[in-house]
């Protein structure tokens, strides 16, 4: 079975600083997809990037990318110039290709001013 | 404007009450879901549906029921067998079951009286 795990319970950030998110996972697999969601207080779960594994370049959406490194089956979140509203848990989940999401334990991130 | 709405946002269960969960999406997708979520932990597949008509067991079916006799509608029925229902209940849709991205809903706090 896939397993998805986040080493970093939590984190703190300064506003306007960069923060990086870890996430591993395990497969067998070489076709898959991975995503990072974001739980703000209000509990929506938000998409906020995905990454198909037969892709090489890394996905980016405006201050968020990632760095995909499928030899070791790492799938860390950047985000730049942190923002207050970027407090939030952050999901690192993966999906074979015809089947279900598997998330992680998420990482909760405090935006400090 | 297209999305998933649950409701009520928050529900409350007397003992060896049933109570079902509501779940709409005007999306278009086919493939809907329900997640439970406990404090401080990821999200853990309850049932998922690929298609009107059809729905299998998720990881932690016990205890809970679902339909899907509409596209557009998903509803959980939380079961007086379900002995920890107290949690919080993420319904999502996708395009298509294990290949596309899932969307969720605002979510529905379930708490036992």
């Known amino acids: 079975a896939q397993t998805v795990t986040q080493s970093q319970p939590e984190m703190s950030v300064q506003e306007a600083e960069t923060v990086t998110l870890s996430c591993t996972y395990d497969?067998?697999?070489?076709?898959?997809?991975l995503f990072w969601y974001k739980q703000p207080p209000s509990r929506q779960m938000i998409l906020v990037i995905r990454q198909e594994a037969y892709k090489q370049q890394n996905a980016t959406e405006n201050r968020f990318s990632v760095n995909f490194q499928k030899a070791a089956k790492s799938f860390s979140l950047k985000i730049s110039d942190s923002q207050l509203g970027d407090t939030a848990m952050y999901f690192c989940a993966f999906m074979k290709v015809g089947n279900k999401l598997v998330f992680g334990a998420g990482t909760i991130l405090r935006v400090k001013s | 404007d297209g999305g998933i709405t649950q409701s009520p946002k928050y529900l409350f269960r007397k003992e060896g009450q049933n109570v079902t969960l509501s779940c709409e999406q005007n999306l278009n997708h086919d493939a809907m879901y329900w997640y439970r979520q406990d404090p401080g932990q990821g999200l853990r597949l309850i049932y998922y549906?690929?298609?009107?008509?059809?729905?299998q067991k998720g990881d932690i079916a016990e205890g809970y029921s679902v339909s899907r006799e509409k596209k557009e509608s998903f509803p959980l029925t939380v079961t007086s067998a379900q002995k920890n229902p107290t949690a919080f209940y993420l319904c999502?849709?996708?395009?298509?079951?294990?290949?596309?991205?899932?969307?969720f809903g605002p979510g529905t706090r379930l708490l036992v009286l």
């Open positions: 497969t067998s697999e070489s076709n898959y997809y």
């Open positions: 549906s690929q298609i009107v008509n059809d729905f």
């Open positions: 999502a849709s996708s395009i298509n079951w294990g290949r596309e991205t899932q969307y």
